[in-house]
């Protein structure tokens, strides 16, 4: 049974940090799926928005344009946690954050092409 468990979300203010974790259990070898992580927000009336992406095989890592340079996804697969550090944070990144695993092969990451999900973590940054 796969399970992914988000946490570290919150309120802070505007140029603050946060750390989100991602703890993952049950995840398998899939010939049909891609050993990469993801993760995701979406704020009210918005759509899902694809903000970063870790390919473990190389160490590739992927950003959306509007948290380069103030967003890192790491992972460390001896604890089977992916990370995300969100420093300069802004109001416009209030959201409800994401994680996922396992890109289904010949998918796309940034459409959330993920055979697994969290349940999320809200963050929330104030002015």
């Known amino acids: 049974q796969v399970q992914l468990v988000e946490s570290g979300g919150g309120s802070v203010q505007a140029g603050g940090s946060l750390r989100l974790s991602c703890a993952t259990f049950g995840v398998t070898y899939d010939i049909n799926a891609i050993n990469c992580m993801g993760w995701f927000r979406q704020a009210p009336g918005k759509e899902r928005e694809g903000v970063a992406s870790?390919?473990?095989?190389?160490?590739?890592?992927y950003y959306a344009e509007s948290v380069k340079g103030r967003f890192t996804i790491s992972q460390d697969s001896a604890k089977n946690t992916a990370y995300l550090q969100m420093n300069s944070l802004k109001p416009e990144d209030t959201a409800t954050y994401s994680c996922?695993?396992?890109?289904?092969?010949?998918?796309?990451?940034?459409?959330?092409?993920?055979?697994?999900w969290g349940q999320g973590t809200q963050v929330t940054v104030s002015s």
């Open positions: 996922a695993s396992s890109l289904i092969v010949g998918g796309n990451w940034r459409k959330g092409d993920f055979r697994y």
């Open positions: 870790f390919y473990t095989g190389l160490s590739n890592t």
